[in-house]
C-alpha cells in the first residue's frame, strides 16, 4: 500500500532553517509528481510547493518563494522541503501528498518561535 512518511520537523527560531523529508512508498516514485502541504494552526490547509516526476520545473504558494525549495531524489523515494529565513507564519504541520492522487503522509511539526 501507499506510505508517506515525513520527517524533519521541529522547533526553530525565527530566520532559521529546515529540511523536511518525506519517504514513499507503494508506488512508483519515479514517475509520480509530489506536493507539500501545510495546515497552520485553526486555518485551512493549503499548498505549499509542488514537483512533477522529473524535477524539471517546480512551483511555489507566493509566500514561501525565495526561501522553500522543493527536491526530490528518486534513487531513494524521497521528496524534499528546505525551509529557510522561516518566520513566525509558516508554523504549521506539513504534509506531503501524491500530487494527482488522494495519498497524504501524516504530517510534520513545525514550529517558528522566539
Known amino acids: 500500500q501507499v506510505q508517506l512518511v515525513e520527517s524533519g520537523g521541529g522547533l526553530v527560531q525565527p530566520g532559521g532553517s529546515l529540511r523536511l523529508s518525506c519517504v514513499a512508498s507503494g508506488f512508483t516514485f519515479s514517475s509520480t509528481g509530489m506536493s507539500w502541504y501545510r495546515q497552520p494552526p485553526g486555518k485551512e490547509r493549503e499548498l505549499v510547493a509542488a514537483?512533477?516526476?522529473?524535477?524539471?520545473?517546480?512551483n511555489y504558494a507566493n509566500s514561501v518563494k525565495g526561501r522553500f525549495t522543493i527536491s526530490r531524489d528518486n534513487a531513494k523515494n524521497t521528496v524534499y522541503l528546505q525551509m529557510n529565513s522561516l518566520k513566525p507564519e509558516d508554523t504549521a504541520v506539513y504534509h506531503c501528498?501524491?500530487?494527482?492522487?488522494?495519498?497524504w503522509g501524516q504530517g510534520t511539526q513545525v514550529t517558528v518561535s522566539s
Open positions: 514537483i512533477p516526476p522529473t524535477g524539471a520545473i517546480t
Open positions: 501528498k501524491v500530487m494527482t492522487a488522494n495519498y
